[in-house]
């Protein structure tokens, strides 16, 4: 009987090996996939940013994905690396996509100092979807300038500037400024136009 049993452990050990072994080949070429669409879709969300001038943002989570999209490179950078790693035998695959993901990580900072940061609009008049990116700066000692654009989604996530202003306003303009910096809008009733006190600006 014991020697059945020490039989059955042999053959038992190599077909777990074996099972082992498929499960981490199917896991890495999973990731290895999963990193191969992630790349695609950052090819094209580059095409549509440089080429198109396309802003790709989504409301839902009110957050700028082409700015998102460098931190998610970095977390990408690393999943593919290990995956590459443990699937490939040749190296020199794995070390490029470990420089790529330094590269990544080294310019991460200057990317997101460079972000562009959307506001959301909403009013019940609007017939579209519309968020604005807005920033004021002092001009002289006595004036501020703000400046916003407003992009109106033409496709699903992808906005696109319809107008864009830059104003100087008074220190003592305490109204403007202050529902500026609140991002305190009101849109007119015909829905055309964004107004922050005495800033106004077309969304068309």
């Not at 020490?6 to 082992?20: F, S």
């Not at 095409?47 to 970095?74: M, P, Q």
């Not at 303009?173 to 202050?178: G, R, V």
Request: with cysteine; net charge neutral.
């Amino acid at each position: 009987m014991s020697g059945l049993r020490e039989g059955k452990l042999k053959i038992k050990a190599p077909t777990l090996m074996k099972i082992a072994t498929t499960s981490k080949e199917l896991i890495c070429l999973f990731f290895l996939t999963l990193s191969l669409l992630y790349m695609i879709l950052r090819i094209t969300m580059f095409v549509l940013t440089n080429t198109f001038d396309f802003v790709i943002y989504s409301k839902t989570l009110e957050s700028n994905l082409w700015d998102l999209a460098w931190s998610t490179d970095i977390i990408m950078g690393f999943i593919c690396f290990f995956a590459s790693s443990l699937y490939f035998k040749n190296r020199i695959l794995s070390f490029s996509i470990f420089l790529m993901t330094m590269f990544s990580m080294s310019i991460w900072v200057f990317m997101m100092l460079g972000s562009k940061s959307l506001i959301p609009i909403s009013d019940p008049s609007l017939k579209g979807n519309y968020a604005t990116h807005q920033y004021l700066y002092p001009e002289y000692h006595d004036t501020v300038v703000l400046a916003i654009t407003v992009y109106k989604e033409s496709y699903p996530l992808l906005y696109k500037a319809a107008n864009s202003t830059t104003e100087s306003v008074s220190d003592d303009d305490t109204e403007t400024i202050t529902l500026f910096n609140k991002a305190d809008y009101k849109i007119s009733d015909d829905g055309k136009t964004l107004s922050y006190g005495k800033l106004k600006i077309s969304l068309e």
